[in-house]
């Protein structure tokens, strides 16, 4: 991704991002205050970003709400990039980026005043044990901010596995959430289809894999883009 200009020159288009957010999914910047209004984090809290990738869209939020960030990725690839962004946009001090994985934060119980994960926790196995997780680290009273896709019809064989029985309001209730709120976006999947028709439709000579990569995944959306719904969903720590 670090040396695909055509790539992320695509996803900024239709998704509205500037040059050097370093985004880490396919969340538009207009989901970015909606985000950070639904986080109510306080001034100077904590919030986690986790699968944070490059960190762009944790950074921005915490550059929005005042706040610390912590932003946690399996790769330290783009950890790497996510300290260097971090560093240009919100200054020394403010964020620090370590490597985990969805199921295990590596963080001391009850010490985040709000996580966030976009496009990322039905990469975990089980995501209820992602779930789990965030709640474990999230203060009483902690806001969770989760992005990704759920069937429009539940158990679709169309669906990808890991998608295909996906239900968060179910899990975040079970996970002993409170207040859970699951709503569609519609605006968001428009872009996202812009974004991947693009992608599909731009000549690839080859020497790109990030670019590659975004049309096979293009392609294997809009085969089935109806089968999914583009979901926003929040929670409360009890």
Request: with cysteine; net charge neutral; glycine share 8%.
């Amino acid at each position: 991704m670090e040396a695909s200009p055509a790539k992320d020159a695509i996803l900024r288009r239709h998704l509205d991002l500037p040059a050097d957010l370093g985004s880490a999914g396919v969340v538009p910047w207009e989901a970015l205050d909606e985000i950070a209004q639904a986080l109510r984090m306080p001034t100077d809290g904590l919030l986690v970003d986790v699968a944070c990738g490059r960190g762009g869209y944790g950074i921005e939020i915490a550059k929005r709400s005042g706040t610390r960030l912590i932003g946690v990725d399996f790769s330290a690839v783009a950890l790497r990039d996510a300290r260097r962004i971090a560093a240009r946009r919100l200054g020394p001090g403010r964020a620090e980026f370590r490597v985990g994985v969805l199921t295990d934060l590596d963080l001391p119980t009850g010490v985040a005043d709000a996580i966030m994960c976009t496009d990322s926790v039905q990469f975990a196995d089980p995501p209820a044990a992602a779930l789990s997780e965030f709640r474990r680290v999230l203060a009483g009273g902690g806001r969770l901010a989760l992005t990704t896709w759920q069937p429009t019809s539940p158990g679709d064989p169309r669906v990808v596995s890991r998608l295909r029985n996906l239900d968060l309001r179910r899990e975040l209730e079970s996970a002993g959430f409170h207040h859970v709120v699951v709503e569609q976006r519609l605006r968001w999947r428009a872009a996202e289809r812009g974004a991947y028709e693009e992608a599909v439709a731009t000549v690839d000579d080859g020497r790109d894999p990030a670019l590659a990569s975004l049309r096979e995944e293009g392609r294997r959306a809009l085969d089935s883009f109806e089968t999914l719904q583009r979901i926003v969903a929040y929670a409360t720590a009890p």
